[in-house]
């Protein structure tokens, strides 16, 4: 039986040692680290002894309780006689005892920092390295000057370098991009761990603030010139126990040799301490933007590391010196002398340097490796090109780059193509040379590759040939393929004396009259010149009488009661001349270019107007038209108004035998009289066209606005005909129209891509805030959703209810309110209720970084930047509301939770709320200063304080400590300091949406 329990203990696997073992043998920790793998290892162990010393001390500040007298202050000696102050002494003493032994096996690690740093969280690092400061007592606060490295004690100079190694490498290590660990959900963790990030946040601060220090501590480092002895584990109990007032032998019980006894002092060479404190300076002044300083110290370590056999102090990473290295070659040439193999990039980087020696043949290297991209080489061929000294070594780079695109199976680019022409045969040997060199490692398929490219340079170019069959390339071809290509050289060379045969003939052949007929043709095409014009067509006819050149352009259509007159002129240059003038006429309106129009239309008319009297008043409309597009309506005078208002009236009310005008020009026709507030003049036209009847509802609609802004019959009117456009096609022919709801709907006036465009050539405010109005309401009806609202200038000029519903086709409507909103914008990009509305329709649609910026410019307009308190009328609470929605759902959290305070009444639960959001894309505490709410202020603290977050808690209360902000100033101070804060906070928002 006993043996059966023997052999169960026997197989029983060992446990894990508790770090509390530690404390109870002063041997086990020597043993422990001297296995081959211990569990826990030397870095899990300094955590848990770091992270449990500090729990004993935030134990010892709690249970702690202070005797005091009646007057508040402690009484002397009354903590010795309490018997918790004697459980405190138990507790400090233990935690030391646990920092003692974190130091001895960062001592067994030889102070690596590259493992200390890397394994260990950055508070841990921290105190443990002020640890070792502490008990080395090592001359932490004393000016640099006076720091002696040379005759200060070991153990405190490598205390002191260590420590400032350690928070320049930190301050670099941070400046890496990292992936954020989640943190630990798990149960037992210590509640230091839970902090770490807002620690972390605090430790970074005040060695950041202190870089200059740690860097000019190291810098001496750099000019000493002995060895220093590394603190052993022996060492640092020692050096703990002379700092608790008693030798090892007593507070052991045995002789101070029993702890590693059998470990010897390690000596760090002053070369490897100037190569590794020299890399680390390196690795800051890079971090700095430093590169002079920073090229300075790698080349001082690339001068010292062969020197450095079996490192004790010195750990560099080669691949990542090397990397920093080649980044301070443009600074300074720094000889590389770590034993890593160099890229092929660094290798040509290294060839620029030495007047690119060997660049030919890394080149030739890299086109079978292809470990260079091609923008690289693109750029060293653009380098070379510079220096005209090198135009054989250009020529060379080229050649390589060509080939290489041929390996890859890209076309080579025409300008290398285009030098075969003034290729010799020095040129010609050395690319058939770079074809054998690539061919020979290449594959299959790249071989193909290189051998199709050679045959199509010989085909094009003959003369290569020859030269390619007494190189090496041609051992890239087989026999039958060398036999098929000469066949093919010689059938080319027969055909090629025809075609110089053929072009010879051609160049003796004198230039015929086809050819003339061609260059004058082309001429007539593209001028635009009306007297330059009627001189081609001048000597075109006289070429060829009587023909017509009206088709030698498939463009050219004019209206078909113009052409029927024109055809019956008889005389072709007249007719070719008036229509070509028209559609040359109508191209540069087209293209915006109406002085070259007119002037194109006033040739015309001179031209006809002996000849046709129908003709001629037809010009005199397309001049009227053309006049109209380019006329800037704001700046028109009344004399001119009144004429254009004759020629407009003499336009629409042709006679019967009159050529009647055509669409685009009623339709400016209109368009001009609504720019112009024509009201009456349009409404007393008595001839009926859909441009007409449409004007006159809106002249009839706005002519007593914006006085009268209630529902009238007008409105209605314009309403019934816009609505009438939008009813879905497909209903209303298979008959789902109601018969009532058909008398209401009015006959379409005219389609909707036609009112739209109609709707573009407006200008005037009132017609197009009216129409907006219109086209907004009948939005939110369909739409039926009060959160997506959209503002209007006129929303009581509307009915309230829209006929038959779901007859509109919505989608349409909400297209052509966007269109129209564009267009208005488009005329006077500061109104600000067009700019609102459009912050609407954006908000609407979900475009929330749009509508923000719309909301932002129709204040902007309004306030001038913000300068005074932004008017209810334009911003109200649910603007406010809809704007801090839209940050929320940019995430842009702070600036919702400040947008809270802007509400008539303040909203602290959707403030809070904002402010408690971890994932934040604004200046988050940097805005704190735009708060003037004391209550979301002090849940700025409370929740800082919450998560431990130092900085941002400081902010909030230096924000609150504010003069201004006292709730015992009058209201005029406080209303004042809010307003302040309003318009500052709304400046910086539209400079962060705006880029103002």
């Not at 920790?29 to 030397?42: N, V």
């Not at 409309?621 to 597009?629: A, D, N, S």
């Not at 050529?659 to 009456?680: G, H």
Request: proline share 4%; hydrophobic share 40%.
């Amino acid at each position: 039986m006993n043996e059966l329990v023997e052999s169960k203990a026997s197989n029983k696997p060992d446990l894990p040692v508790v770090w509390y073992e530690f404390l109870l043998n002063v041997h086990l920790l020597e043993e422990h680290l001297s296995q081959d793998k211990p569990d826990p290892g030397p870095i899990q162990l300094i955590a848990d002894f770091l992270e449990h010393a500090a729990s004993q001390i935030n134990q010892q500040q709690v249970v702690t309780p202070q005797t005091v007298d009646a007057q508040g202050s402690p009484v002397p000696g009354a903590a010795q006689n309490n018997a918790v102050g004697s459980g405190v002494q138990v507790e400090r003493k233990r935690s030391k005892m646990l920092k003692s032994l974190a130091l001895q096996t960062a001592a067994y690690l030889n102070w690596n920092l590259n493992v200390i740093q890397t394994s260990l969280q950055i508070h841990l690092a921290h105190g443990l390295l002020t640890d070792f400061l502490r008990h080395t007592q090592a001359p932490v606060n004393c000016p640099i000057e006076s720091i002696d490295f040379a005759g200060l004690d070991d153990y405190k100079a490598v205390a002191l370098f260590t420590y400032h190694r350690w928070c320049i490498r930190s301050i670099v290590m941070e400046s890496f991009p990292v992936k954020p660990v989640k943190p630990s959900t798990l149960q037992g963790v210590p509640e230091i761990a839970q902090v770490q990030p807002a620690v972390k946040e605090s430790i970074l601060k005040t060695i950041s603030e202190s870089i200059d220090r740690s860097i000019g501590v190291l810098e001496r480092v750099l000019q000493v010139s002995r060895d220093f002895q590394l603190p052993t584990p022996q060492a640092v109990r020692q050096l703990a126990d002379s700092a608790e007032g008693v030798s090892a032998s007593t507070s052991t019980g045995e002789t101070p040799t029993t702890v590693f006894e059998n470990r010897e002092e390690l000596t760090v060479p002053v070369v490897e301490l100037h190569c590794q404190v020299a890399y680390d300076l390196g690795c800051v002044y890079f971090y700095q933007l430093q590169l002079k300083e920073a090229a300075d110290r790698f080349a001082l370590v690339s001068e010292l590391l062969p020197k450095i056999s079996s490192p004790v102090y010195c750990f560099i990473d080669l691949a990542k010196f090397s990397g920093y290295c080649a980044a301070c070659q443009c600074v300074r040439n720094i000889p590389v002398t770590v034993a890593t193999t160099q890229n092929l990039h660094q290798k040509i980087e290294q060839s620029k340097r030495n007047n690119y020696e060997g660049l030919i043949d890394l080149l030739i290297e890299d086109n079978n490796k292809r470990e260079t991209p091609m923008s690289f080489r693109n750029s060293l061929e653009n380098e070379i090109l510079e220096d005209s000294s090198k135009q054989d070594l250009y020529y060379q780079v080229c050649t390589c780059n060509a080939i290489r695109l041929v390996i890859d199976g890209c076309p080579v680019s025409p300008e290398y193509k285009a030098s075969y022409n003034t290729m010799v045969e020095q040129h010609w040997n050395f690319l058939f040379q770079v074809c054998w060199k690539c061919g020979q490692n290449a594959t299959l398929q790249e071989q193909i590759n290189i051998k199709t490219y050679l045959i199509d340079a010989c085909i094009t170019h003959q003369q290569a040939w020859p030269l390619l069959c007494a190189s090496d390339a041609k051992q890239l071809f087989t026999n039958d393929e060398v036999t098929k290509l000469e066949a093919e050289l010689v059938s080319l060379d027969t055909a090629s004396s025809v075609v110089i045969i053929e072009e010879h003939r051609r160049e003796d052949l004198a230039e015929n009259k086809a050819v003339l007929i061609g260059q004058l043709e082309q001429e007539l095409i593209t001028c635009n010149d009306p007297w330059q014009i009627q001189e081609l067509i001048s000597e075109l006819q006289k070429l060829t009488p009587g023909k017509r050149y009206s088709s030698i352009c498939e463009k050219w259509h004019i209206s078909k009661s113009y052409r029927f007159i024109i055809d019956g002129m008889g005389n072709s240059k007249i007719q070719d001349l008036v229509f070509i003038s028209l559609v040359k006429a109508e191209h540069c309106t087209l293209i915006k270019n109406y002085a070259a129009a007119k002037k194109l239309l006033e040739k015309g008319y001179e031209t006809v107007k002996d000849l046709s009297f129908k003709l001629a008043k037809a010009f005199n409309q397309e001049i009227l038209y053309v006049e109209m597009l380019g006329e800037n309506i704001e700046n028109l005078g009344d004399n001119k108004k009144e004429s254009y208002i004759k020629r407009i009236l003499a336009c629409l009310n042709p006679s019967p035998s009159d050529i009647p005008p055509r669409d685009d020009i009623v339709e400016q026709c209109i368009a001009f009289l609504l720019n112009t507030k024509s009201w009456n003049v349009l409404l007393d036209l008595k001839n009926r066209s859909p441009y007409i009847e449409f004007g006159k509802l809106i002249a009839n609609a706005c002519k007593d606005l914006p006085e009268i802004k209630v529902s009238r019959k007008p409105a209605r009117d314009v309403w019934n005909a816009v609505a009438a456009m939008f009813v879905n096609a497909n209903l209303q022919k298979r008959g789902f129209i109601s018969k009532s709801s058909q008398r209401d709907i009015s006959t379409t006036i005219m389609p909707k891509v036609q009112f739209i465009h109609f709707v573009e050539q407006l200008k005037e405010s009132v017609c197009l805030s009216m129409l907006l109005s219109c086209f907004v309401k009948m939005w939110n009806i369909l739409h039926d959703d009060i959160d997506t609202n959209i503002y209007s200038d006129y929303p009581t000029l509307w009915p309230t209810t829209l006929n038959n519903m779901s007859a509109i086709n919505k989608e349409e409507v909400s297209l052509a309110t966007s269109q129209i909103i564009n267009h208005a914008l488009s005329v006077n990009a500061s109104q600000p209720s067009w700019l609102k509305s459009n912050a609407d329709v954006h908000y609407a649609n979900g475009q929330h970084a749009a509508a923000i910026r719309y909301y932002l410019e129709a204040a902007m307009i309004v306030t001038d930047f913000f300068s005074h308190p932004v008017p209810r009328t334009v911003w109200n609470d649910n603007v406010y509301k809809r704007m801090i929605k839209c940050c929320s759902f940019l995430q842009c959290h702070t600036q919702a939770a400040i947008l809270c305070q802007f509400l008539e009444q303040a909203d602290y639960t959707t403030a809070f709320k904002e402010l408690q959001e971890k994932s934040c894309y604004d200046a988050m505490d940097a805005l704190y200063e735009y708060i003037w709410d004391v209550t979301i202020l002090e849940f700025l603290v409370y929740n800082h304080n919450k998560h431990g977050e130092v900085d941002k808690k400081q902010k909030a209360i230096q924000c609150i400590g504010k003069p201004e902000l006292n709730t015992f100033n009058p209201e005029e101070i406080m209303t004042e300091a809010a307003q302040r804060r309003k318009n500052r906070f709304l400046q910086t928002m539209a400079k962060h949406y705006l880029q103002v």
